[in-house]
């Protein structure tokens, strides 16, 4: 064999066994998820949802992100917030992954099934030691109802690795669905599509169909115009998909799917107006140039893609400034 | 026994003029020089993981560092320019140096010396670019900070495909024009940095550039300031497979068929 054939032959063998380790590793990966980034264990959320999101709690909870921002109101997502609240979980010990699911219908909560590893005596005792909640048994799970608010809601403790959490209805149907061993979000193809479509990795993710979009504003008013003058309709959305990352910087993928190639060019076209809108304000506010230059707008036939990354700097730059803690002096007493 | 009044066989020709032109090609100042070009992104990758295990994590991921690279360095910039130093050198430098009457005074088609010669340089730039991807990959995608291995693997088959992909269509492009012109190089730069900016407007004409075509088959989207970061178009991807296939096929067989035709007077 001649020296540049065995080169050659070298070069090939390193390929090959990267593209083998790469392929051996995602065939021997236990915990590979069932589509896209949804672990298996959350098929059983209802078929009819509307949307699904994703939220990997333990890269958010290691992210700069949370550390800036935790003190922040609103920070923890509603569903992490209550399961918190309700059970003395520590999210960033015990949870390794949310999924939820919901119609988005005003007024209604989505379900959730939350992955990771779970003490479950501890779990039921704190619950029970609270006081708010009834424990029963539903399909040999043991059940807690949380009967003060307004619409009951229920944690099933399914296994030392799996909760699910939402609306009492909601939690016994997904119980239901484990016991007979069906998948009934499997069966909602236009959302599990979207989902399979998502890399897996991304610290959080959402999908969501026509149904849920409908309620978006149909038009923005146009920049300039006085109250009611004038406005940009918007292309209707048959799709949306977001997914991000929040280290060592802000990155979010929105993908928006419109009707055809032609609406989705209009789309992308008033998105990216909006960036040359934030671009002429630079001179004023010089972070909005950096925002401006970290978000770029593509169109693929009926999809419109935005990226966006976005430096902590440049956050911290947005954030409104807090005024300065006023010096607590007392004041001189009067004469 | 052979009938010497007949060339050589196609493929029995083509190996030997493979074998020849890869031992010139793989040890030579240009492959040298091609190859620091092309594996930098490893040094690159190694820097970024020392600088974050002893200074903290830099502003970009190690995901966004190894998008950069594949889309903006390699499929942009390093490869097509590679394609273009190797690929019109393939019947120039036989010209230039006046060692084509060697070569075309053997039995052997001038089919198969051009498809000799084109195999071996997509061996060469396969032996610098595609080794130099997987390691890059595995460096960057085992940081601390990665999302999961198993779950980034995926893409490596895949990027390693467009990046075969872009070393063939524009190999076989200034192949073309490496058989057709005296000097292809300045046009092969105006066509790499003037033409394929094409790619970065509005309407049809990105589907006129190769660069449009390669960058839709990869997800990586780099946000880009100016005309590129406005207007960029992810073109259809089963179409710019089959785009750039036909392409890379139409341009081989142009060239051959140039290369087959043309007279070539060298001078004394």
């Known amino acids: 064999m001649t020296r540049s054939r065995l080169v050659f032959f070298a070069a090939m063998t390193v390929v090959v066994v990267g593209v083998a380790a790469g392929v051996g590793a995602l065939w021997l990966n236990p915990a590979r998820a069932a589509v896209g980034p949804l672990a298996g264990a959350a098929l059983i959320l209802p078929a009819d949802a509307k949307y699904v999101m994703g939220f990997d709690v333990k890269r958010f909870a290691a992210s ?3 550390e800036r921002f935790k003190a922040e109101r609103g920070m923890k997502p509603d569903a992490l917030a209550e399961l918190e609240e309700k059970t003395g979980l520590n999210p960033a010990r015990d949870l390794d992954q949310i999924v939820v699911a919901g119609t988005g219908v005003r007024g209604t909560t989505g ?9 479950l005596y501890k779990l039921g005792r704190a619950i029970e030691t609270n006081g708010k909640a009834r424990g029963t048994s ?9 009967s003060e608010e307004s619409k009951p809601l229920s944690i099933a403790l399914v296994d030392e690795s799996t909760l699910v959490f939402g609306p009492a209805d909601q939690v016994t149907q997904a119980l239901a669905s484990r016991t007979r061993g069906e998948a009934p979000l499997k069966t909602n193809a236009a959302l599990m599509a979207r989902v399979e479509a998502i890399r897996p990795g991304s610290t959080f993710w959402m999908v969501g169909d026509q ?10 008013p146009a920049p300039g115009a006085t109250a009611g003058a004038g406005s940009i ?33 209009n789309l992308a076209d ?3 107006g909006l960036v040359a809108m934030a671009s002429l304000q630079a001179a004023q506010k010089p972070e909005l140039q950096q ?7 593509t169109t693929q036939e009926n999809r419109v893609l935005v990226s966006a990354r976005i430096p902590y700097e440049t956050l911290d730059a947005l954030q409104p400034h807090r005024p300065q803690a006023v010096q607590s ?7 | 026994m052979r009938d010497t009044t007949r060339p050589l066989p196609f493929a029995t020709a083509a190996r030997g003029v493979f074998d020849l032109t890869l031992d010139g090609m793989v040890f030579s100042r240009r492959s040298l020089l091609m190859g620091l070009l092309v594996a930098a992104p490893m040094a690159f990758a190694v820097l970024y993981r020392v600088l974050a295990a002893t200074r903290g994590q830099p502003p970009l991921g190690p995901t966004d560092l190894y998008a950069l690279m594949v889309a903006v360095y390699w499929i942009r910039n390093v490869l097509p320019l590679a394609a273009l130093f190797y690929a019109t050198s393939l019947v120039a430098d036989e010209v230039e140096g006046k060692t084509l009457t060697y070569l075309l005074t053997r039995p052997l088609t001038r089919a198969s010396i051009f498809a000799g010669k084109f195999a071996a340089y997509v061996a060469t730039t396969f032996t610098l670019a595609l080794p130099a991807a997987v390691l890059t990959f595995f460096i960057l995608m085992t940081a601390p900070t990665a999302p999961p291995l198993a779950a980034a693997l995926a893409d490596l088959p895949r990027d390693l495909g467009v990046m075969l992909l872009t070393l063939v269509a524009y190999g076989a492009l200034f192949g073309l024009l490496g058989v057709l012109l005296k000097r292809p190089v300045i046009p092969g730069l105006v066509f790499l940095y003037g033409w394929e900016l094409l790619a970065n407007v509005p309407g049809y004409l990105p589907r006129f550039t190769l660069t449009a075509w390669l960058r839709s088959l990869v997800p990586y989207r780099p946000a880009e300031d100016g005309l590129a970061g406005l207007f960029q178009q992810v073109l259809p991807a089963g179409q710019g497979l089959a785009v750039l296939i036909f392409v890379s096929i139409a341009f081989v067989a142009a060239a051959v068929w140039i290369f087959s035709s043309r007279e070539y007077v060298l001078d004394q």
């Not at chain 1, 149904?211 to 923005?220: E, G, V």
């Not at chain 1, 925002?291 to 707008?297: P, R």
Request: aromatic share 8%.
């Open chain 1, 291 to 297: 925002l401006a230059s970290a978000v770029s707008v």
């Open chain 1, 270 to 272: 008033v998105v990216r």
């Open chain 1, 64 to 66: 700069p992100f949370y």
């Open chain 1, 233 to 265: 309709s918007l292309p209707a959305l048959t799709g949306l998909t977001v997914t991000g990352d929040l280290d060592p910087q802000v990155s979010l993928a929105i993908t928006g799917e419109a009707r055809d190639a032609a609406a989705a060019k």
């Open chain 1, 111 to 119: 379900v959730a099934v939350a992955l990771g590893s779970f003490d």
């Open chain 1, 329 to 335: 002096t007392p004041a001189p007493a009067a004469r």
């Open chain 1, 211 to 220: 149904s849920l979009l409908a309620s978006l504003p149909t038009s923005i």
């Open chain 1, 138 to 146: 539903y399909e040999g799970v043991t059940v807690y109802h949380f």
